[in-house]
């Protein structure tokens, strides 16, 4: 493994793992409210219970998500001196807001966990909603500086170095609202879908309390609509791919040949080395369709640009395919839901919609993180497009496969002793309503 | 050497402002991590009672805490890009060891607090925490020590020609940073020790707290004088700042004023005094770092002024500094008294 490919896959280790806690953090804690508000407007005890353990949840995964996070801002320099380097200064504005973002989330958090006795109702709620608010601007502020990397604005370049910057017109990039967008949505759909398949799947191994049924709905609320948004959201980001970033459309297409009225490919292998797309199933001009809109549209292929500029293809086509098809899945679902509530029917009454939320709740972490892939694979060999090479900004220093060894084992360790303490906390809720939902922390105060 | 008259502005400002992060970092996270060695060295018949409290004075903080540490290397990588990715290079082993502590640290806190409702488990991840509260300062040190050898910008121009020890070990692994490093450890273990005496109520559980608060105070002063007779050798630059230029006299009184004030409210029983005199010994040590660096950020070519970004992006951060410090200044207040409040409840 040459060590260019180990810093990117310490990279990418580390932000697949930092992106399903920073996505639950940006939607657990809406959902936390909603429970809260619900319980203010009704005063049934069980969604004062469902608030509370969400919270419990929250604090737990919040701090992993803060830790790993934090690691990610020190492996921009110690695997990407060059890409800092280079463009500290335009992405350095926004990572500050986000700073500012996530200190806020964090603090507000803190008065939220300690503060169910201490603050009335209204200010607890109001704590709350900060929480929810600032944790989306976090997400918002990360996804400019990635937005900048693939469509770069604001800079003036003179011999390979930036010479000039324009921080805000950085921040504001022609993909900045597209992918923040994006992101968010993808947050309270993977979450909120993902929430609702563990309350989908104890209501179908015989709990039957009441407090699964509201869980499942108020997730719903978040997850579903998101879910069902998406889609829209994905052709506004498809679209400015096409027209911004064409080599990456055209490799997460399989699209080697320039070609008017292109058509769209569901599945199949890239062969780079042939230049074609095997075992496809093609829909005659979709792709021109889908990526501008128009019948005969000149869609670019690889082979218009050069070979070095080439992304890999079947790993960016194949992610792609994945998180469309799981995006698809999840929609569905979401209709189907939204259905079966509109004809006023209870959707924990409904055997085959809770196996289908059972089956789909990981989809949306998964799509995600193969969205990912599409993204940030799809870019290279470029890590600021058309400015800078990714082999130009990691660090000089050899042997990085020490640290991407290690930084797995930790993450695969912290992986395994989240899971194992969110599926206690999940059994915990099986039988009976328990008296006393507060953590051992708050139990010593 | 002298006091050279240097430009201050707004770079000097954002230098100033990553110090003052910083200084809260140590204070507070660094506090934090004292609390984890004091979880790792509890012993005697309170033990339990020891961690307990240790636990319970940690609380919620921790996050928010850690955000310091967060706004420092964001601010260093937005206005000192140059400056940053040497140290990510040259620092690389030193750094990633910190963050694999602190990852421990975090997460381990957690587990153990929220986590699992089994005594063993919480007893494992109650180590986990204690060895990843004790290594994680010395790294933090070593890094610091490294950074004012010199020997890091030394490092950085010759990659490529010199071996991987001399570029990437070397710097970091010799006496002066190792000394930095055990000094962050006994100030961090001593600030914990003075700041839980300080906040306990019960009367034998301060005593023991106190005693600890001494042992480290003395591990402080032999830490200081070691560090400060290995610079003659490793780091002159360091050694010239803090003995030799025209406002390091007043400084070092200070700082020796602040660590006898600390000992002797110790030694008496003035908690609230033995609390301010060690914060105050601790920000004194890390100024005169600071001080005694200036104007360089990675001696010995890297300085606040031929690493700083263009001035647009500080004068953006500048006012979103100002915003987010009008609002966070308060809120991180009320969360204090929030969690005070619920404490004494």
């Given at each position: 493994m040459t060590d260019l490919l180990a810093a990117r896959s310490q990279m990418a280790i580390s932000l697949g793992f930092h992106i399903v806690f920073a996505e639950i953090g940006v939607a657990m804690p809406l959902m936390m409210v909603l429970a809260e508000w619900r319980w203010l407007r009704t005063r049934e005890a069980v969604y004062l219970e469902l608030a509370r353990r969400w919270a419990k949840g929250v604090a737990i995964l919040f701090a992993v998500g803060a830790v790993s996070g934090t690691v990610l801002s020190f492996e921009l320099g110690l695997l990407w001196p060059g890409f800092m380097r280079f463009a500290g200064p335009i992405v350095g504005v926004p990572f500050s807001l986000e700073g500012f973002a996530f200190f806020t989330e964090a603090i507000f958090l803190g008065v939220y966990l300690f503060g169910?006795?201490?603050?009335s109702p209204r200010a607890h709620l109001l704590a709350g909603i900060v929480v929810a608010v600032s944790g989306a601007a976090s997400a918002v502020f990360v996804l400019m500086v990635n937005a900048w990397m693939n469509t770069p604005t604001g800079v003036t370049m003179a011999a390979g170095r930036i010479?000039?910057?324009d921080p805000v017109a950085g921040m504001l990039s022609p993909a900045a609202f597209p992918q923040a967008l994006h992101m968010v949505l993808a947050s309270y759909a993977a979450t909120g879908l993902a929430v609702a398949g563990v309350h989908a799947w104890m209501l179908r191994h015989g709990?039957?309390?009441d407090f699964h049924r509201r869980a499942l709905i108020v997730a719903l609320w978040v997850g579903a609509p998101a879910a069902l948004l998406q889609p829209l959201s994905g052709d506004i980001s498809a679209r400015l791919v096409a027209s911004s970033q064409p080599a990456k459309l055209a490799a997460l297409e399989g699209q080697f040949l320039t070609q008017r009225g292109a058509p769209l490919r569901i599945g199949g292998w890239p062969d780079a080395q042939a230049a074609t797309t095997r075992y496809a199933l093609e829909i005659p001009h979709g792709l021109s369709l889908l990526a501008f809109?128009?019948?005969n549209a000149e869609v670019k292929g690889?082979?218009?640009?050069?070979?070095?500029?080439?992304?890999?293809?079947a790993p960016v086509h194949v992610s792609f395919q994945v998180m469309v098809a799981l995006g698809t899945a999840m929609a569905m679902v979401a209709l189907w839901a939204a259905w079966v509530a509109w004809r006023k029917r209870?959707?924990?009454?409904q055997p085959w919609l809770l196996l289908a939320l059972v089956l789909v709740a990981p989809f949306g972490f998964i799509a995600t993180e193969v969205g990912w892939m599409v993204t940030e694979v799809g870019r290279q060999p470029w890590v600021v497009q058309g400015l800078l090479r990714t082999s130009d900004a990691v660090?000089?220093?050899?042997?990085?496969i020490v640290p991407l060894t290690v930084f797995t084992l930790l993450y695969v360790v912290l992986g395994g002793v989240v899971v194992a303490v969110i599926g206690a906390m999940v059994r915990e809720?099986?039988?009976?309503?328990?008296?006393d939902v507060r953590g051992p922390l708050e139990v010593r105060a | 050497m002298t006091f050279v008259p240097a430009p201050l502005g707004l770079p000097e400002l954002f230098a100033g402002i990553i110090v003052v992060a910083l200084n809260v970092y140590v204070l507070t996270g660094g506090a934090d991590f004292g609390a984890g060695v004091w979880d790792l060295f509890?012993?005697?018949?309170r033990r339990n009672q020891q961690r307990d409290f240790i636990a319970h004075t940690i609380g919620p903080i921790w996050e928010a805490n850690h955000v310091w540490l967060v706004l420092v290397v964001v601010l260093t990588f937005t206005a000192f890009p140059a400056a940053f990715a040497t140290l990510g290079t040259v620092l690389h082993i030193p750094l990633a060891l910190m963050l694999v502590g602190i990852v421990l640290r975090g997460a381990a806190f957690v587990f153990r607090g929220y986590g699992s409702r089994s005594q063993e488990e919480r007893r494992n991840w109650g180590r986990i925490f204690a060895v990843a509260s004790t290594f994680t300062p010395l790294t933090l040190g070593v890094v610091i020590g490294a950074v004012s050898t010199g020997a890091v910008g030394v490092a950085q121009a010759q990659i490529g020609a010199a071996s991987f020890r001399s570029v990437f070990v070397a710097p970091w692994w010799s006496p002066f940073p190792v000394a930095v490093g055990v000094l962050a450890l006994a100030l961090f273990a001593m600030l914990a020790a003075v700041y839980l005496a300080y906040e306990t109520q019960d009367g034998p559980l301060r005593e023991d707290f106190r005693r600890r608060a001494l042992v480290a105070a003395v591990a402080v002063f032999v830490a200081a004088f070691g560090a400060l007779a290995v610079a003659h050798r490793d780091a002159p630059l360091m050694r010239a700042g803090l003995?030799?230029?025209?406002?390091?006299v007043p400084f070092q009184v200070a700082t020796g004023l602040s660590a006898i004030t600390a000992i002797g409210a110790l030694w008496w029983r003035r908690y609230t005094v033995a609390r301010l005199a060690a914060a105050a010994q601790l920000s004194l040590i890390l100024w005169g770092w600071a001080f005694a660096q200036?104007?360089?950020?990675?001696?010995?070519?890297?300085t606040i002024r031929n690493t700083v970004a263009p001035r647009i992006t500080l004068v953006i951060v500048a006012w979103a500094l100002a915003a987010g410090a009008v609002l966070l200044i308060p809120s991180l207040l009320y969360l204090r008294r929030t969690f005070a409040t619920q404490r004494t409840r």
């Open positions: 169910w006795e201490r603050l010479v000039a910057v709990a039957t309390r809109h128009e019948w690889l082979t218009a640009f050069p070979r070095a500029d080439w992304p890999p293809v209870e959707i924990a009454e660090t000089p220093m050899p042997g990085l809720t099986a039988g009976e309503p328990a008296g | 509890a012993s005697g018949p003995v030799g230029s025209a406002w390091a200036f104007p360089y950020l990675v001696p010995s070519d890297l």
